[in-house]
C-alpha cells in the first residue's frame, strides 16, 4: 500500500524567501511522484513529476523537487516566491495504476509582502 | 485549446434530491476519475473510468453513481443517500500510461441545505 505525508498543513513565507514545502511517502514498490498547484477555487496544475532518472526534477514556475528514495521524500522547493506563489499544494504518488494516484493531505503556502 | 470542463461551477441543492455534476473532456483521454475535496484532507477518489461502459468505485464510493456512456463525457450523480453531500468535486482525465499525470476540471461546488 501506499501513502503520503505532507508534514506542514500552512507555510507562511515572506516574499522573495526561499520556502520548502515537505512531502513523504511510503511505498513498497517503484513509485512515481508528483507536485500539483491548485489556486482558489480551481482544479490542480501539474508543478512537477518525477519518474525516473535525475533525481532533482525541475518544474513550472521556478518551482524544484528532489527525490530521495533513502528518505522517502520529494519535498518541493523554490529559492524566492512571489504573491502570485500563493495557493495550496499537492503531493501526490503513483504505483502500479493509474487508479492509485494518491494525494496528500495538502500544505497552504500564504505569502507576506 | 483542450481540457476539461466541469459544469456548474457552484451548485445548490435541497436535502433528499439526487443531483448530477458534468464533466466533458477533449483531451482523447481513456481514463477519467472523480474526487472530492474537503478542507483538510485532500483529495478523495470516488469512481474512475478507464474505457468507455467500464468504471470502478474507488475510496469513498457510496452514495455516489456515475457514466461512462461516452469517451469524453463522465457525469457523476450525488444521491440522496450521501450522508454528508456538500463539498468541492474535481474530475481528472489521464492518458493510458500508469505514470501520466492527471489534468483537471475546474471543479463543482456543490452546497446542500
Known amino acids: 500500500a501506499q501513502s503520503v505525508t505532507q508534514l506542514d498543513s500552512q507555510v507562511p513565507v515572506f516574499e522573495e524567501a526561499p520556502v520548502e514545502l515537505r512531502c513523504n511517502y511510503s511505498?513498497?514498490?517503484?513509485?512515481?511522484l508528483f507536485w500539483y498547484v491548485q489556486y482558489p477555487n480551481q482544479g490542480l496544475q501539474l508543478l512537477l513529476k518525477y519518474l525516473s532518472g535525475s533525481t532533482l526534477v525541475k518544474g513550472i514556475n521556478g518551482f524544484e523537487a528532489e527525490f530521495n528514495k533513502s528518505q522517502t521524500s520529494f519535498h518541493l522547493r523554490k529559492p524566492s516566491v512571489h504573491i502570485s506563489d500563493t495557493a495550496e499544494y499537492f503531493c501526490?504518488?503513483?504505483?502500479?495504476?493509474?487508479?492509485?494516484?494518491?494525494f496528500g493531505s495538502g500544505t497552504r503556502l500564504s505569502i507576506r509582502p | 485549446d483542450g481540457g476539461i470542463t466541469q459544469s456548474p461551477k457552484y451548485l445548490f441543492r435541497k436535502e433528499g434530491q439526487n443531483v448530477t455534476l458534468s464533466c466533458e473532456q477533449n483531451l482523447n483521454h481513456d481514463a477519467m476519475y472523480w474526487y472530492r475535496q474537503d478542507p483538510g484532507q485532500g483529495l478523495r477518489l470516488i469512481y474512475y473510468?478507464?474505457?468507455?461502459?467500464?468504471?470502478q468505485k474507488g475510496d469513498i464510493a457510496e452514495g455516489y453513481s456515475v457514466s461512462r456512456e461516452k469517451k469524453e463525457s463522465f457525469p457523476l450523480t450525488v444521491t440522496s443517500a450521501q450522508k454528508n453531500p456538500t463539498a468541492f468535486y474535481l474530475c481528472?482525465?489521464?492518458?493510458?500510461?500508469?505514470?501520466?499525470?492527471?489534468?483537471f476540471g475546474n471543479g463543482t461546488r456543490l452546497t446542500v441545505t
Open positions: 481528472a482525465s489521464s492518458g493510458e500510461d500508469y505514470n501520466s499525470p492527471l489534468h
Open positions: 511505498s513498497s514498490v517503484s513509485v512515481y
Open positions: 501526490a504518488v503513483a504505483g502500479s495504476s493509474a487508479s492509485k494516484i494518491i
Open positions: 473510468s478507464q474505457i468507455v461502459n467500464d468504471f
